[in-house]
């Protein structure tokens, strides 16, 4: 049986990627941010959400002890974090300058794989954070990698539909076309390595695409025939396109998220259906087990996260789940993020002490309510006041000390209790605004929207900007642009006006 355990709301676009470490969940969005939270109580930590990225981030992975996060994003970067103390310790830029869709650590985080828009793959030595290699496929995007249990070989899916495998050296030692018909979506190794019959080594790999379905490949090294893939499984439990896939920590069970909204979970080894979810209001986007505890986490493009509990306690090598976590699915399941309201402005001093309690906020209410805050003034606080006025996240060096945890504490405070405020500010555009009055590129109301090449309407400074600076690729689509020209969307600008006028 699976119970829903809880709903993180913290992201205000689409929810791109979930990842698990030992401690710590960590989910990435449109939104251009990434939150962390405890992994225990799913409680978001002081230094979330992390903000480096200057477009929608696309996917993220933890390296092996979870003491680093990766995140790649549309502005063609791939940024590593510190998750001691959610400090940027590198930024890697991806060869072309191509948007990257994908990365991921080798299982003993020697190495670090991204994947371009432009089909380039960039293999970086993580310990040195330089480059080593790159390669390419070429007329199509890279979405898809995953490094095989012994660190040595790596997989790449793409939008052409290929999985193709690489060593090290970026030698492309295999390749199987049209794995997936309208392109691989997702893919990842089981943890566990295995031994064929005729003693050769060998790899459970799992995939999905557009084509709707998850098949389980068995990848066989071969001492004289080199490679050899064979498929095990065709998956047929969803209706649509299928956007993620991963394996629990022990190989046994495998997920998969759809555009059918669902989510389902399969005995990997024998390819049976067990359970389907129907929680999302929309697309299914990511997927993830924790390896830690028998906890699956799903993220859609309705903005949540889902984290489910296999009450059976399978997925996590047996072992059960924390009690903060178990306290949370007692208590009624669904943690949000929000207040309901009608305008903030019109809060009352009680109104805006609720409101805190609900965003687990806990730790500035005394300070608050001492200083008697309305919605009015709530609204008008900045970094500045709450640090001068409320003295949340005061400085009083310059500089820290390593040790100098408190005062750092403070810091993520003040940040997280300044990006709930903006979220309220942002609440009418991101509840209540029309997906097609946005650009798809910075998810901001357009001001003066104009069509591309591609038939896509898009804010004239973004896509001017992202042609001057990306391949000239579609930023919807991947595919070439044939022509630069921007054409106002005039009918489009009046409708938005209208819209803003009546708000």
Same mark, same amino acid.
């Given at each position: 049986?699976?119970?829903?355990?809880?709903?993180?709301?913290?992201?205000?676009?689409?929810?791109?990627?979930?990842?698990?470490?030992?401690?710590?969940?960590?989910?990435?969005?449109?939104?251009?941010?990434?939150?962390?939270?405890?992994?225990?109580?799913?409680?978001?930590?002081?230094?979330?959400?992390?903000?480096?990225?200057?477009?929608?981030?696309?996917?993220?992975?933890?390296?092996?002890?979870?003491?680093?996060?990766?995140?790649?994003?549309?502005?063609?970067?791939?940024?590593?974090?510190?998750?001691?103390?959610?400090?940027?310790?590198?930024?890697?830029?991806?060869?072309?300058?191509?948007? !990257?869709?994908?990365?991921?650590?080798?299982?003993?985080?020697?190495?670090l794989v991204s994947g371009g828009s432009d089909g380039t793959i960039a293999l970086w030595d993580f310990t040195s954070r330089t480059l080593l290699r790159t390669g390419a496929v070429t007329d199509t995007s890279i979405v898809a990698c995953s490094f095989t249990p012994?660190?040595?070989?790596?997989?790449?899916?793409?939008?052409?539909?290929?999985?193709?495998?690489?060593?090290?050296?970026?030698?492309?030692?295999?390749?199987?076309?049209?794995?997936?018909?309208?392109?691989?979506?997702?893919?990842?190794?089981?943890?566990?390595?295995?031994?064929?019959?005729?003693?050769?080594?060998?790899?459970?790999?799992?995939?999905?695409?557009?084509?709707?379905?998850?098949?389980?490949?068995?990848?066989?090294?071969?001492?004289?025939?080199?490679?050899?893939?064979?498929?095990?499984?065709?998956?047929?439990?969803?209706?649509?396109?299928?956007?993620?896939?991963?394996?629990? *920590?022990?190989?046994?069970?495998?997920?998969?998220?759809?555009?059918?909204?669902?989510?389902?979970?399969?005995?990997?080894?024998?390819?049976?259906?067990?359970?389907?979810?129907?929680?999302?209001?929309?697309? !299914?986007?990511?997927?993830?087990?924790?390896?830690?505890?028998?906890?699956?986490?799903?993220?859609?493009?309705?903005?949540?996260?889902?984290?489910?509990?296999?009450?059976?306690?399978?997925?996590?090598?047996?072992?059960?789940?924390?009690?903060?976590?178990?306290?949370?699915?007692?208590?009624?399941?669904?943690?949000?993020?929000?207040?309901?309201?009608?305008?903030?402005?019109?809060?009352?001093?009680?109104?805006?002490?609720?409101?805190?309690?609900?965003?687990?906020?806990? *730790? !500035?209410?005394?300070?608050?309510?001492?200083?008697?805050?309305?919605?009015?003034?709530?609204?008008?606080?900045?970094?500045?006041?709450?640090?001068?006025?409320?003295?949340?996240?005061?400085?009083?060096?310059?500089?820290?000390?390593?040790?100098?945890?408190?005062?750092?504490?403070?810091?993520?405070?003040?940040?997280?209790?300044?990006?709930?405020?903006?979220?309220?500010?942002?609440?009418?555009?991101?509840?209540?605004?029309?997906?097609?009055?946005?650009?798809?590129?910075?998810?901001?109301?357009?001001?003066?929207?104009?069509?591309?090449?591609?038939?896509?309407?898009?804010?004239?400074?973004?896509?001017?900007?992202?042609?001057?600076?990306?391949?000239?690729?579609?930023?919807?689509?991947?595919?070439?642009?044939?022509?630069?020209?921007?054409?106002?969307?005039?009918?489009?600008?009046?409708?938005?006006?209208?819209?803003?006028?009546?708000?």
């Open positions: 049986m699976v119970s829903l355990v809880c709903t993180l709301r913290s992201h205000q676009d689409d929810v791109n990627c979930c990842a698990f470490s030992g401690a710590l969940l960590a989910t990435c969005s449109a939104d251009k941010s990434i939150c962390v939270y405890s992994a225990r109580d799913f409680s978001e930590l002081p230094f979330s959400p992390l903000s480096g990225h200057g477009y929608g981030v696309h996917y993220c992975c933890f390296s092996a002890c979870g003491q680093y996060l990766a995140s790649c994003s549309t502005d063609a970067t791939t940024v590593v974090w510190s998750m001691d103390t959610g400090e940027i310790e590198a930024v890697l830029e991806h060869p072309g300058r191509s948007p !990257v869709r994908v990365c991921a650590f080798s299982p003993d985080s020697s190495f012994c660190a040595q070989l790596f997989i790449t899916g793409s939008t052409y539909g290929d999985l193709r495998l690489w060593d090290l050296n970026m030698n492309h030692l295999h390749a199987e076309k049209n794995a997936h018909d309208l392109g691989v979506s997702c893919c990842q190794f089981a943890p566990q390595i295995m031994k064929g019959t005729d003693g050769c080594v060998q790899f459970r790999l799992a995939s999905c695409g557009q084509d709707s379905l998850v098949k389980i490949w068995i990848v066989s090294l071969l001492s004289a025939a080199g490679i050899k893939m064979q498929l095990a499984h065709t998956l047929t439990g969803q209706s649509a396109p299928i956007l993620s896939c991963a394996y629990s *920590a022990d190989g046994q069970m495998l997920v998969s998220g759809s555009v059918d909204k669902t989510v389902t979970v399969y005995q990997a080894n024998e390819g049976v259906l067990l359970y389907t979810l129907n929680q999302h209001d929309r697309y !299914v986007t990511a997927c993830a087990f924790s390896p830690t505890a028998p906890l699956i986490a799903t993220g859609s493009m309705d903005k949540t996260v889902n984290i489910w509990m296999l009450e059976d306690g399978s997925g996590a090598q047996g072992k059960s789940l924390p009690d903060e976590a178990a306290s949370v699915l007692s208590s009624g399941g669904r943690k949000s993020s929000g207040h309901s309201r009608l305008m903030v402005s019109e809060w009352s001093e009680e109104d805006v002490l609720a409101w805190l309690r609900e965003e687990g906020l806990e *730790a !500035v209410i005394d300070m608050f309510k001492s200083n008697n805050i309305d919605g009015e003034e709530l609204l008008s606080l900045t970094k500045e006041t709450l640090s001068s006025e409320l003295h949340i996240g005061a400085q009083h060096h310059r500089t820290f000390l390593p040790q100098d945890k408190k005062s750092k504490e403070s810091l993520g405070l003040r940040c997280k209790v300044m990006k709930k405020i903006e979220e309220l500010k942002m609440a009418p555009v991101s509840n209540g605004t029309p997906d097609e009055y946005l650009c798809p590129i910075t998810r901001e109301i357009m001001k003066d929207p104009v069509i591309a090449a591609d038939g896509y309407s898009y804010e004239r400074e973004a896509i001017e900007s992202w042609i001057n600076t990306k391949s000239r690729t579609s930023p919807m689509t991947n595919l070439p642009l044939q022509t630069t020209l921007l054409t106002p969307n005039r009918t489009l600008k009046m409708a938005i006006l209208r819209w803003t006028t009546c708000q």
